[in-house]
């Protein structure tokens, strides 16, 4: 083992060895050939570096076979017509195009390799030629180049995969039998991401699940609540499980950007944007639609960022998300997208194109899927200089049939809001004047589940009233509307019955000068939240609509987000890290009652747990609203129990902090009486304590504070 010494050890050493070390020039000793007794060298160990082998991927080139044989004189010909063609996807590198020849005849070998600067390129290039028909006899077959090894590594022959014995997973919905009926909260606030309970009682939030850098840029939970989302530069993953949140999957996808869920929770869209190595090109656009248990990629959509804009028009650099728009319900049976003059629609059973063709509509610029059914509205806006009307149209899908049209004119601008489920359809629709220099509002109602489908207008009583804000009643059949100029525009209910006659909207009420910019109803319908976000601060009145009177005014200042938990009992308000002060949240009962407040410094993110739709039938349901106060008798009770306990808690509390006071005054008082000597000594032997009975003494002291000798000359 070699022997280390410091430079003082040395020079002791040569001290004592009567040796003058500053005459020793070091730089002149030299070991001899082949020596270093064990120590190696700065230059011997950047050579040893050198020899390390690195992993090193090819993932920018991809092999193209099935090209033509062809001797030396066709070669140059050849190889310009397999350049043009992938130079146009991507930049090819000096010397990237390698095309193999048989030493003994001088032809081709039938294939090439062409690498890219970028291997998003060469991903590109391999989805845009693979299967693509230079002539009859030649249809390209291209890989990846790293694809090639594990082509190679496949057994000749099949073995039956190892059989790994069951092993039950955790209940993933546990979750839901917490005994107090408690929701989850997930909240993110500087480099930590917490789970709580919502504990109203308590009157606070209990935690649940804490992790400091749990996900690089955001969480989201899965439609039914089931799975806690995460993102990161490798991809994404899910977690849950039944006392706390373990990893379930991960899914490979570099760069990840955003994800989606199918409503039934079967699948997870992931997408990236790569930027391209010529400026003047596209973003890459990376789309994986994963199935969310097993992980595996269920089909894959690669392209420009032109593919994927919004509108479908291409010429935009963003992109529309989602981009996937799922329908017919929790059954994630069908999956769409809209391109330039059409919209593709994919079933799941395959992940191809119903029909193998997608439905062809011109100038579509919207479209939106029934929450229910496999229907989806579409809209066209006005074509040929309003020759040809724009229309709204139903269309049913595997059938393509068309439910419903509605023709529109002078029409500038289109919104569709589907209800929750699925039995209405509002269309708002902003028309040109007939001066074409201002525009007003109107609503079609599409009655999706009557027959015929039948369509009523509704325009306001001020049709120049700029509509701010549109929200159906979840699984009711009412809707409100914020319609006016700010700072206090109007805000008016409507409903889809009129008294006996189910067949004609009416309006409830109008409540006039409100400081709301925003609706926010409850999941469970009958209350709404008016709210005045942004420029109104945070202003906040909770409205019962079904006696159609204020239940309280509240203000949250500078709220920027608002939010139902899934039962309806309770809303969440709070202040993002947009704002830099007041950073955090608050609770508040359906009636409006402040229950808690928690302040949290760089406050990113609330989010409730969904909760899955009830396995109660309706006519269950029906039948526990109507013996509410039977089964309220023992949630009564509990909450009596609560309340005693808390005023029990509250009790105990003061006892200690009167025992604590009492504690501190007997200390005091025995220190006080330890003392009492050492005060009578300052006061001269006074032994009283009360300053009455102190007697008043004039005393006078005279202090000699200095003295000076001056000699003075007298002049006559």
């Known amino acids: 083992m070699v022997e280390v010494i410091s430079m003082e050890e040395i020079k002791l050493r040569a001290s004592r060895l009567g040796v003058d070390f500053s005459t020793v020039d070091l730089d002149s000793i030299r070991l001899p050939p082949g020596e270093d007794f064990g120590i190696i060298s700065d230059d011997e160990d950047l050579k040893e570096e050198e020899r390390l082998e690195f992993e090193s991927g ?19 010909k050849l190889e310009t017509v397999v350049r043009k063609i992938y130079s146009q996807i991507g930049k090819i590198t000096d010397d990237g195009l390698w095309m193999p020849v048989d030493p003994d005849t001088q032809k081709t070998l039938g294939y090439c390799f062409v690498e890219y600067s970028a291997p998003q390129e060469a991903e590109l290039a391999k989805e845009k030629t693979h299967g693509y028909k230079l002539d ?9 180049f790293d694809d090639i090894e594990k082509f190679m590594n496949v057994p000749d022959e099949w073995a039956p995969p190892e059989t790994k014995p069951y092993v039950p997973g955790e209940n993933l919905q546990h ?8 929701d989850q909260f997930v909240i993110r606030s500087g480099s930590d991401t917490e789970v709580l309970w919502n504990d109203p009682r308590q009157l606070k939030a209990e935690p649940v699940y804490k992790r400091p850098f749990w996900t690089e840029s955001f969480v989201q939970w899965s439609p039914l609540g089931t799975y806690l989302a995460t993102v990161h530069r490798q991809g994404a993953a899910v977690w849950g499980g039944a006392s706390t949140f373990n990893r379930l999957m991960r899914y490979a996808h570099p760069q990840v950007k955003l994800i989606d869920f199918s409503p039934g929770e079967r699948f997870l869209v992931t997408y990236s944007s790569h930027e391209p190595s010529n400026p003047r090109d596209s973003h890459r656009v990376v789309l994986n639609i994963f199935d969310v248990r097993t992980g595996k990629v269920m089909r894959d959509f690669k392209g420009s960022a032109d593919e994927f804009a919004i509108g479908g028009t291409g010429g935009f650099t963003g ?13 994630d049976k069908y999956f769409a997208r809209m391109g330039k003059n059409v919209i593709s629609v994919y079933e799941t059973e395959t992940f191809t194109l119903i029909d193998k063709k997608s439905i062809k509509v011109e100038n579509v610029m919207d479209f939106s899927w029934s929450p229910t059914d496999p229907i989806f509205a579409l809209f066209v806006p006005e074509l040929g200089g309003g020759n040809q009307p724009a229309r709204v149209s139903l269309i049913q899908i595997p059938s393509k049939e068309e439910l419903r049209q509605k023709n529109l004119f002078s029409v500038s601008d289109c919104k569709m809001y589907w209800q929750s ?3 209405y359809l509002a269309v708002k629709v902003d028309r040109y004047t007939k001066t074409k220099k201002s525009t007003y509002t109107g609503f ?3 009655r999706i589940k009557e027959r015929d489908i039948p369509i009523e207008v509704l325009e306001l009583e001020n049709k120049n009233d700029k509509i701010i804000a549109f929200a159906w009643e979840p699984k009711g059949h009412r809707f409100a509307v914020i319609h006016g100029d700010s700072p206090r525009p109007d805000v008016s209910f409507y409903s889809m019955k009129s008294g006996t006659s189910t067949g004609r909207v009416s309006k409830l009420t109008t409540l006039k000068g409100k400081q709301a910019n925003a609706l926010y109803w409850s999941p469970t319908g009958r209350f709404i939240i008016l709210a005045g976000l942004k420029g109104f601060n945070g202003q906040l009145e909770f409205y019962n609509v079904d006696e159609l009177e204020t239940m309280a005014t509240a203000e949250h200042f500078m709220a920027t987000d608002i939010e139902w938990d899934p039962t309806g009992r309770y809303v969440a308000t709070s202040v993002t890290s947009v704002h830099e002060m007041e950073n955090g949240f608050n609770i508040w009962s359906f009636n409006g009652k402040l229950l808690y407040r928690i302040l949290k410094d760089h406050f990113f993110q609330f989010l409730w747990r969904p909760r899955p739709p009830s396995f109660l039938s309706l006519e269950k349901e029906e039948e526990i609203a109507k013996n509410l106060k039977k089964y309220s008798k023992k949630y009564e009770a509990e909450d009596q129990d609560v309340s005693m306990l808390l005023s029990e808690q509250d009790r105990e509390k003061r006892k200690m902090l009167k025992d604590e006071w009492e504690r501190w005054v007997s200390e005091w008082k025995r220190m006080h009486e330890e003392e009492k000597t050492e005060r009578q000594g300052l006061r001269d032997g006074e032994a009283s304590d009360e300053e009455d009975e102190y007697e008043s003494k004039e005393v006078e002291v005279e202090e000699l504070l200095d003295v000076s000798e001056e000699v003075l000359s007298f002049e006559e």
């Open 58 to 76: 090819h993932g920018n080139i991809i092999v193209v076979d099935n090209l033509p044989v062809v001797p030396k004189e066709k070669f140059d």
């Open 136 to 144: 009859r006899s030649h249809i390209f077959a291209v890989n990846m």
């Open 175 to 182: 979750w839901l039998t917490d005994e107090k009926a408690r």
């Open 319 to 331: 992109v529309s998300w989602p981009v996937f728009r799922w329908g017919g319900g929790k059954e």
């Open 421 to 423: 489920n699925g039995d």
């Open 444 to 446: 079609e109602l599409f």
